[in-house]
């Protein structure tokens, strides 16, 4: 055996014990956590995942409407509104979700009376992922050929009628995949919503943790609760990929 192997021989003996030694103060540790303390706030968990799971599929069919509207938008053939939708996704992609959850709450629903945490919440993710949204439908949109536009002028089709019939049809195969995408991104934005106080799943988890004093037996549910959601979604995502990857 060469010193070369040798070299790995003892590098490959020394992670084993350091794995094996992590597994066992692993075990040990699990041994003395407070599950029992925890479980007792397990209807906490339950809401907050439920919560998460419809904010998330609220804020999902809003921003799809929002990113519609933005890629039309841009497309118009009115300047306004053509600035309009691009100053939109260019203000919303260039700055935090945190910072606009902050001043759209706290500045611009105070400033309209709007009162109610969840819809404000749900309307400012809305709007954020919409902008991401948008840029997906214009991609999908700018994927047709411009000659099967021309056929459709050509034969007479109005604008509302080549959106329905020629570009639709082959835009949404470029949009499902990505769309998939940001439905598991929704979800895991959702949970900056509980800084405004709104009862989702990782508010659950800080309550049951300043409940308990148990912090990994608290936020390990949490990370499992949100890898059930997002989890699916991914998957799904990776399918509608490879389902449309050679398709024009």
Known sequence: ???????????SVLLAAALLAAACFAVLQA???????????REVFWRGWLNTIWISAAALALSVLLG?????????PYPALRWLSTGYVELIRGTPLLVQLLILFYVVADAVGLQNRYTAGIVILSIFSG??????????????GKSQLESARAIGLTRFQTYRHVIF?????????????????????????????IGEFTLAA?????????????????????LALTLPVSLLARHLE????YET
């Open 206 to 226: 800080q309550q049951v943790n300043s409940a308990t004093y148990s912090t990994l037996e608290s936020y390990l549910p949490l990370a499992v609760g949100y």
């Open 31 to 41: 041994l003395s956590w407070n599950w029992s303390g925890v479980w007792a706030y």
């Open 68 to 76: 519609l509207l933005a890629a039309l938008g841009h497309r118009a």
């Open 242 to 245: 490879r389902k449309y990857r």
């Open 131 to 144: 902008a991401y949204i948008a840029e997906m439908i214009r991609g999908g949109i700018e994927s047709v």
């Open 169 to 197: 049809p082959q835009a949404i195969r470029h949009i499902l995949p990505p769309l998939a995408g940001q439905a598991a991104s929704i979800i895991k934005d959702s949970s900056l919503l509980s800084i405004l106080g």
């Open 1 to 11: 055996m060469t010193r070369h192997h040798t070299i790995n021989a003892v590098i």
